[in-house]
């Protein structure tokens, strides 16, 4: 408590200009009213503040298309999208995808290509980017002021060092400092489930919920939590790892050290065994077959009574440990019935004490689609870059 | 993110000055130059801040007992122990403490009773803490100018809201509401297991760690955590409860409606199993026989295997989920023979994926003593109280 920073009058002003300016990204288009009364600053602030933004060519002020009512419309305040332009990097286990993010959150441009072998290795997938990132910046003439980069491993937010990326192989990766030092532009680093966290928040089904929890399910399983409206990350600026919290003690071995992790009992192995599917099933095969099942419910209530008891009981830990309002599921969790995903909320909600207490704990799926992790590097990275533009 | 708050000038000065006041409280007597260096303020405001404090009575400038430098000693700014006295009060299952502590943390006065039968109904247990804290004022001549209360239970901060104690078989008591419309000043009502973070964190073993988790293990099993140097709290302001979190899928039926939770398998009764003690055996005398047991290590470790096993595999989840730099054990735990605490402390480390991110998280033991939830109720109490001093 006694590092609780203090203020001096001079960054009082510029604080504002970032807090509007993020309002403006994240809720798009504004009137001056609106953004007075979300701010609570009264409107002569709120002019100063936006003539500036105009000056500079942050936003732009415009008649919006006329409505139905009477009288002179008001000027909507919009944030221009190349005026500060973010790199978005998703590095999954067998895909990368980058994109080029503009204020306000629209993606001006992206690419992507599938890993294979060697070219998984750390030094093939930082070359790879950064020509990537170079074309499609020059393709579309704009440079980007800061990066997000999500992976799926153990990462310190600080400097981007990827501790452990169990699933790509990698070890010891100063990620942060080696793009840094040739994009020279701040680069930041996340866990993927903790970047989808992010983007649930700001702009998917979490939005609005001060404490909620985002449940990644690839290869890996991981979890991102949002505490009283921010990100939270663990000691030295490691988030946690909920795919490795044990749910079936003298269960499969997991290279982590430990045994019948989250991790081996509903990651993509688990649910390839689950559906009688050889464990290295490609992605899209396992969800047409999860889709086959989801049209005949008691096939995969049955087929699926393992898998789902011990996904119950992660989620029953999850809530009692970190009892949040919401649980969004994520990737291959998407696929699975409705019923399913319904019947395991109302298992969650009765076996967990803390579920009760906040009100009972929602469990939905993500709506964000493959760009989630994506969508979460670019906000990362604008929360970098918002008071710098 | 759209609800960073903005800030006015005039709060600057008012957050300066707590902000000061806080270091005081928590770091005891300073001088202005350390106050300056600490607070990253420079001398002039420091000047001001201090000098209205001492107008005000809430601190001394006083002259240092002679040292052995030469020169002019620094004068010492003193906090006023009268200037600020709170309430706080640790309900237990079996026992109520209550304390008027004063700024800086020294505990003025106390009283405490046992609760038996009908003595733990909410009622009873609310008439007594007015009456004693009414008198134990009149004998100090103090006013206390806010309470905290422990309470080992699902509690919302916002509003002290007891949700479920259910060792105390209280179920929805409106505590904060109740001792607040008697006594007319903010209550603050915590989890027990939250309010014994708060003070490990300030005052105790988790002092300088950012990334925390205090474990309590009582009748119940509970924990609190420090996330980024502040305590985390869950969703609706419940925080969560380890103590149910499932670590051995079908184990003993908890009163949770899950079974195997945590509590169930390390908590008093838990220990009694292990101790071959019947499972109502007093607290004292489960301690003399831990006790005797630390001064046999081999028949302490085989007889506390499988207690151990479950202590050590709830660890190695809050740790992969949390991710701190520090565990620390309270409560019956901290009896735990040395070598024992040592082992489970290895153990973790080598189980757990995040501990080795974070540099190997460290577990020790409480020194806070009996204590502890009695002085963290009361620092959450001076958090609401030291912007009013």
Same mark, same amino acid.
């Not at 609780?4 to 604080?15: L, N, S, Y």
């Not at 990368?96 to 030094?123: C, P, Y």
């Not at 704009?142 to 600080?158: D, Q």
């Not at 030092?181 to 701040?186: A, Q």
């Given at each position: 408590?006694? %590092? =609780?920073?203090?203020?001096?009058?001079?960054?009082?002003?510029?604080? *504002?200009?970032?807090?509007?300016?993020?309002?403006?990204?994240?809720?798009?288009?504004? =009137?001056?009213?609106?953004?007075?009364?979300?701010?609570?600053? &009264?409107?002569?602030?709120?002019?100063?503040?936006?003539?500036?933004?105009?000056?500079?060519?942050?936003?732009?002020?415009?008649?919006?298309?006329?409505?139905?009512?009477? #009288?002179?419309?008001?000027?909507?305040?919009?944030? +221009?999208?190349?005026?500060?332009?973010?790199l978005?990097v998703d590095l +999954?286990?067998?895909?990368v995808a980058i994109?080029?993010?503009?204020? /306000? /959150? +629209?993606?001006?441009?992206?690419n992507?290509w &599938?890993?294979? /072998?060697?070219?998984?290795?750390a030094?093939e997938v930082i070359t790879h980017v950064l020509e990537s990132t170079a074309?499609l910046?020059?393709?579309?003439?704009? !440079?980007?002021?800061?990066a997000?980069v999500?992976?799926?491993?153990?990462?310190?937010?600080?400097?981007?060092?990827?501790?452990?990326?169990? *699933?790509?192989?990698?070890?010891?990766?100063?990620l /942060?400092?080696r793009l $840094?030092?040739v994009l020279?532009?701040?680069?930041?680093?996340? *866990?993927?489930? !903790?970047?989808?966290?992010?983007?649930?928040?700001?702009? $998917?089904?979490?939005?609005?919920?001060?404490?909620? @929890?985002?449940?990644?399910?690839?290869? $890996?399983?991981?979890?991102?939590?949002?505490?009283?409206?921010?990100?939270?990350?663990?000691?030295? #600026?490691?988030?946690? !790892?909920?795919?490795?919290?044990?749910?079936?003690?003298?269960?499969?071995?997991?290279?982590?050290? %430990?045994?019948?992790?989250?991790?081996?009992?509903?990651?993509?192995?688990?649910?390839?065994?689950?559906? #009688?599917?050889?464990?290295?099933?490609?992605?899209?095969?396992?969800?047409?077959?999860?889709?086959?099942? $989801?049209?005949?419910? %008691?096939?995969?209530?049955?087929?699926?009574?393992?898998?789902?008891?011990?996904?119950?009981?992660?989620?029953? &830990?999850?809530? *009692?440990?970190?009892?949040? +309002?919401? @649980?969004?599921?994520?990737?291959?969790?998407?696929?699975?019935?409705?019923?399913?995903?319904?019947?395991?909320?109302?298992?969650?909600?009765?076996?967990?004490?803390?579920?009760?207490?906040?009100?009972? =704990?929602?469990?939905?799926?993500?709506?964000?689609?493959?760009?989630?992790?994506?969508? #979460?590097?670019?906000?990362?990275?604008?929360?970098?870059?918002?008071?710098?533009?």
């Amino acid at each position: 408590m006694t %590092s =609780t920073p203090v203020a001096r009058p001079d960054e009082v002003r510029r604080h *504002n200009r970032t807090t509007l300016l993020r309002l403006l990204h994240v809720s798009g288009p504004s =009137t001056r009213a609106t953004l007075a009364a979300e701010l609570g600053l &009264n409107r002569s602030t709120i002019k100063t503040l936006v003539d500036g933004l105009a000056e500079a060519g942050v936003v732009e002020e415009r008649v919006p298309r006329p409505g139905r009512g009477a #009288g002179r419309p008001s000027l909507l305040v919009l944030p +221009q999208p190349h005026a500060a332009v973010v790199l978005a990097v998703d590095l +999954q286990v067998e895909h990368v995808a980058i994109a080029l993010v503009g204020l /306000g /959150g +629209q993606i001006l441009g992206r690419n992507s290509w &599938n890993l294979r /072998g060697r070219m998984r290795a750390a030094d093939e997938v930082i070359t790879h980017v950064l020509e990537s990132t170079a074309m499609l910046a020059g393709d579309l003439g704009v !440079e980007p002021v800061a990066a997000g980069v999500s992976v799926p491993g153990v990462v310190r937010r600080a400097d981007g060092y990827v501790h452990e990326a169990p *699933n790509l192989r990698w070890t010891d990766v100063a990620l /942060g400092e080696r793009l $840094g030092g040739v994009l020279r532009i701040p680069i930041l680093v996340g *866990n993927d489930a !903790e970047l989808g966290a992010v983007a649930e928040h700001l702009r $998917g089904a979490a939005r609005g919920s001060s404490d909620a @929890v985002y449940i990644s399910a690839d290869v $890996g399983v991981g979890g991102g939590v949002i505490a009283e409206g921010s990100s939270l990350r663990g000691g030295a #600026g490691y988030v946690g !790892e909920v795919g490795h919290m044990v749910v079936r003690p003298g269960g499969r071995a997991c290279y982590c050290g %430990s045994s019948g992790c989250w991790e081996t009992e509903v990651g993509e192995a688990a649910l390839c065994r689950a559906l #009688g599917l050889p464990e290295d099933t490609p992605r899209g095969a396992i969800v047409v077959e999860l889709r086959a099942l $989801g049209r005949d419910p %008691s096939a995969a209530a049955s087929r699926l009574a393992e898998f789902v008891e011990w996904l119950t009981l992660g989620l029953v &830990n999850v809530v *009692n440990l970190l009892g949040p +309002q919401l @649980v969004v599921l994520g990737d291959l969790l998407t696929v699975l019935p409705e019923e399913i995903v319904r019947s395991v909320a109302a298992d969650v909600r009765r076996r967990s004490l803390v579920s009760r207490a906040v009100g009972g =704990t929602r469990i939905v799926s993500s709506a964000l689609g493959a760009d989630v992790k994506l969508l #979460g590097a670019a906000e990362v990275a604008f929360e970098s870059a918002l008071d710098r533009v």
